[in-house]
């Protein structure tokens, strides 16, 4: 199975920075890496797909980028709802598609 | 407005089995593949398997091969997942997710169910 870590595992930060969560794959996903946005209680959304595609709906501050095995996402001007976890999942050839153990992003 | 709406929390004990239900509203039913995930409390996303909704093939991930059956009723837009032989390191929420296909073969979850919560507990 493909393994996903995310870095880092929590990151504090305050309405209006920019923050950015990577991303590694065990070996090259090209660019079949998703990002998501978990808040408690509550499912993922989807807000990133194919590394770098923004999902219909979700705000321009986020952005995606990588290939291979390194991939990034980026939130500008972070907002009060910004505040949860964010998964990066693999949807390379093979199942099982796996996620990383993703960033729980608070508010400093 | 398009939806996927899981069947309510259960409690199990160990070695029975567990049958969650996902019904579809808003869009093709048959038109999308149908993944389950679950997520261990305080933990992160795993996938399980997924069911391509028009003809009910199925995949699952090798973990959970001969305890999981993925269906689908087409006259009612709802997929099922169940799970037997649960162990207590099966209870997790477990989700529905809709694949929107952008990409055939690289899946993304563009729709989720609300989840439905899986407790084994003797």
């Known amino acids: 199975d493909i393994q996903m870590t995310q870095s880092p595992s929590s990151l504090s930060a305050s309405v209006g920075d920019r923050v950015t969560i990577t991303c590694r794959a065990s070996q090259s996903i090209y660019s079949y890496l998703n990002w998501y946005q978990q808040k408690p209680g509550k499912a993922p959304k989807l807000l990133i797909y194919g590394a770098s595609n923004l999902q219909s709906g979700v705000p321009a501050r986020f952005s995606g980028s990588g290939s291979g095995t390194d991939f990034t996402l980026t939130i500008t001007s972070l907002q009060p709802e910004d505040f949860a976890t964010y998964y990066c999942?693999?949807?390379?050839?093979?199942?099982?598609?796996?996620f990383g153990q993703g960033t729980s992003l608070e508010i400093k | 407005q398009v939806h996927l709406v899981q069947s309510g929390a259960e409690v199990t004990n160990p070695g029975a089995s567990v049958k969650v239900s996902c019904k579809a509203s808003?869009?093709?039913?048959?038109?999308?593949?149908l993944h389950w995930l679950r997520q261990a409390p305080g933990q992160g996303l795993e996938w399980m398997g997924c069911i391509k909704s028009r003809s009910g093939a199925t995949s699952y991930a090798q973990k959970f091969q001969g305890r999981v059956t993925m269906t689908r009723d087409t006259s009612i837009s709802t997929a099922y997942m169940e799970l037997s032989g649960l162990r207590s390191d099966d209870t997790a929420v477990y989700y529905c997710a809709r694949d929107p296909g952008y990409t055939l073969g690289h899946p993304m979850y563009d729709l989720w169910g609300q989840g439905s919560l899986v407790t084994v507990s003797s």
């Open positions: 999942q693999q949807s390379s050839s093979t199942p099982p598609y796996t």
């Open positions: 808003g869009y093709s039913f048959t038109g999308y593949y």
